[in-house]
Structure formats: C-alpha cells, structure tokens
C-alpha cells in the first residue's frame, strides 16, 4: 500500500533529524538522574523512579510527537516534492495517511528506546529487596542471599507497568499526532506548535476548566462556553494513569488494564474522527 511506503520513508527522514536525537538524549538524561536517590529505600526509590520515567516518556514523547507531525506535509509543500509523489499513482489520502503513519512510526520508535531503558532500569532497581525505613533493615537483607525467583516477581511486575504506562502514552500522543497533522494543513508550523501544545495542556486540564465554569456561573455564557469545551477538546486527563503506575499496591474502583484499554480505543476513535476530516480538508486543498 502506498500510505506504508510514504510512512516507512517519512520514518527514515524523521530519524536523522538531530532534534530528534536532542530530545532522546534529553530523555535519557532525565532518567538517569532520577537513579540519584540511593539515600531513599528501595520501595521508595522503585516509585519514585517509576513516576518519574511516566513523566519523561510524556512530556518528551508529546514534544516528539508535536515537533515531527507540525512539519510533516508543509516540509512536503515547501520543497515541492509533493507534486513528484501526486504525480505517481498515489491517492491525497493515501499521502496524508503516509505521512501520518510516518510520524507515529517515529512516535513509536523512540517511546520504545525510552520504555527499554526504563524496563532495564527498573530490573536492576529490582534486585534491591523492598524495605523499611530501618537501616539496620536494609544491611540485613543486603547480607541475604540473592533470590532469583524473587527478583524476577519484582522486575516482571514493575517491567508490566512500566510496559502498560508506554502503551496508554502511545495512543495519547498518537492522538496527538493525528491533532497536530490536521492543523499543519491550516497553520503555520510555528502556529501549529503552539496550538497544538495549548490543546494538549487544555485536555490535560478539563477538570480544572470544568470547576472554572461552575464557579463563574453569574457570567450567563461562561458555563456553556466551559461544557462546550469540556465534551469538544480530547480528554488527554484521562489518559493519565501515573498514580496506579507509581503506587500500584492502592485498589481502584476499576480494572485497570480495563480502564488502559477503553481509553487506548477513545484516543484512536477521536484521532480517526480528526484524521478523517484531515483527508476531507486535504483533498480540496491545492498544493
């Protein structure tokens, strides 16, 4: 299929971009400063690292995301390469759907460089036995003799959600993606970026912008303007699953990998819905 070929060489493209290559550094830095907390106990450590990596794989996979996909089809028109692609027998839609695999490739690629490092993290932070605050406690069972099996029980719980928490952020920046290859065909790319940062920020927050239109109820618009917002922004909070990642050992009222995988699907029903009007904008557009 076409939009895989165009993908696979947009991915190619993507990856030997240097920016890309800062934020992967910047990434990796950022976890392992995190190792800095030997002063803690191990449980300690173990969450706070594993808040931490959630946080990096977040906040550096949305600027991976936003940084490819605002550049993804204006690069494309700018350089004219694109009438040497429509000229073949390739379809708008199959070049838009391209270009948008191309940038959840790359998406893709770097969370699972990110998620590697901190599942191996996370094994070796395992082989230190959970304990208390004593540290006479803590000299005890460092004396003990290592227990394989219990080792592995650790790393493969922690390796699990550190493998769940990837996942749910991947369909969240897929969404994203998909919000940020849309407007590229309407804005600018510095536009775009800002933008689609301000609805990534807004999404994450519509808690907060829900409470706001409660309080502001003597201003006759400011309720509707806000529940408007509520149900038309994408619900990027709810994507966030950072508390049962960090303290998995506290019961929720719901499954969790149920809960992971409904708003996996929500992200990519939303992104489809976006991507849709993309490609319906898209070919009527001269290029």
């Not at 303007?225 to 699953?241: C, K, S, T």
């Amino acid at each position: 299929m076409n939009a895989f070929v165009i993908a696979r060489n947009t991915l190619g493209d993507a990856l030997r971009k240097r920016v890309l290559l800062v934020f992967l550094l910047l990434a990796l830095v950022f976890l392992f400063l995190a190792l800095m907390l030997n002063y803690f106990t191990a449980r300690e450590q173990m969450s706070m690292f594993m808040s931490m990596s959630t946080f990096v794989l977040l906040i550096f996979g949305a600027m991976i995301a936003i940084t490819t996909a605002v550049f993804l089809i204006p690069n494309e028109i700018e350089n004219r390469t694109i009438h040497s692609v429509l000229s073949k027998p390739v379809r708008r839609w199959e070049f838009f759907l391209g270009k948008f695999f191309g940038g959840v490739l790359t998406l893709g690629v770097s969370l699972g460089l990110i998620s590697l490092i901190v599942v191996i993290v996370v094994a070796l932070l395992s082989l230190k036995a959970p304990t208390g605050a004593d540290p006479t406690q803590v000299l005890t069972q460092a004396q003990q003799q290592f227990n394989a099996a219990e080792w592995w029980d650790r790393a493969s719980v922690s390796g699990a959600l550190v493998i769940r928490s990837s996942l749910v952020i991947f369909f969240e920046l897929v969404l994203l993606t998909a919000i940020a290859t849309t407007l590229s065909l309407f804005l600018s790319a510095t536009v775009n970026f800002s933008l689609t940062a301000f609805i990534f920020i807004a999404g994450s927050l519509q808690d907060v912008v829900a409470a706001w239109g409660r309080r502001n109820e003597e201003l006759a618009l400011v309720p509707y303007i806000a529940q408007a917002f509520y149900y038309v922004m994408p619900h990027f909070q709810d994507f966030n699953i950072m508390g049962n990642i960090t303290h998995p050992e506290v019961p929720i009222a719901v499954n969790h990998l149920t809960y992971a995988g409904l708003v996996s699907v929500y992200g990519l029903l939303y992104a489809a819905v976006v991507l849709l009007l993309g490609i319906v904008v898209f070919d009527g557009k001269e290029v």
